[in-house]
């Protein structure tokens, strides 16, 4: 059973480790798309924390 298990997670993880593999070659990119991420996720962030001032009716300075 612990082989057919083995074989099994082998078989599942190998499009994962590939895919890996390939963003290893390009660190340059992969850099690109975590800051453009950020970036995206701080604005999300950002506008969430606003609406959360505002409905608890709490002061936001510069506003």
Do not use: C, F, H, N
Not at 12 to 20: E, F, G, S, V, Y
């Amino acid at each position: 059973m612990k082989r057919r298990l083995e074989t099994v997670l082998l078989d599942l993880l190998a499009p994962i480790r590939d895919r890996r593999a390939a963003w290893a070659d390009r660190p340059d990119d992969v850099r690109d798309i975590l800051r453009d991420g950020t970036r995206r996720a701080r604005g999300v962030t950002q506008s969430t924390l606003e609406a959360i001032k505002d409905a608890l009716g709490l002061y936001r300075v510069g506003k």
